[in-house]
Nanobody, 122 residues
Framework: VQLQASGGGLVQAGGSLRLSCIAS????????MGWFRQAPGKEREFVAA????????LYADSVKGRFTISRDDAKNTVYLHMSDLKPEDTAAYYC????????????????WGRGTLVTVSS
């Protein structure tokens, strides 16, 4: 399984970005997909996740109401729509895939992509 995230960049506070993650995998619809982020000097943290059936979505409290996760199974792609960005959202964002039960812990995920950097200026 290979995951390729893209869409990061420099944006002003209050702006928006859309991250994409393409999975090179068969049976993509059977995978739970998640987004995590890691800011400099901090531990990796959960951001958002969507179950394999899209029946469940989960968000960190810090991004609720501002970020939306979605998936397009026909394109093997998961998205993270980020709006009203804040300087504290600055981090490397990673997508992850799993067939395990959980959604919100990094230990729930078997496969990780390389990060895409999001920088929010004040």
């Amino acid at each position: 399984v290979q995951l390729q995230a893209s869409g990061g960049g420099l944006v002003q506070a209050g702006g928006s970005l859309r991250l994409s993650c393409i999975a090179s995998v068969t049976r993509f619809p059977t995978y739970n997909m998640g987004w995590f982020r890691q800011a400099p000097g901090k531990e990796r943290e959960f951001v958002a996740a969507m179950s394999w059936s899209a029946s469940s979505t989960l968000y960190a409290d810090s991004v609720k109401g501002r970020f939306t996760i979605s998936r397009d199974d026909a394109k093997n792609t998961v998205y993270l729509h980020m709006s009203d960005l804040k300087p504290e959202d600055t981090a490397a964002y990673y997508c992850a895939a799993s067939r395990k039960m959980g959604l919100a812990s990094s230990g729930d995920y078997d496969y990780w992509g390389r990060g895409t950097l999001v920088t929010v200026s004040s």
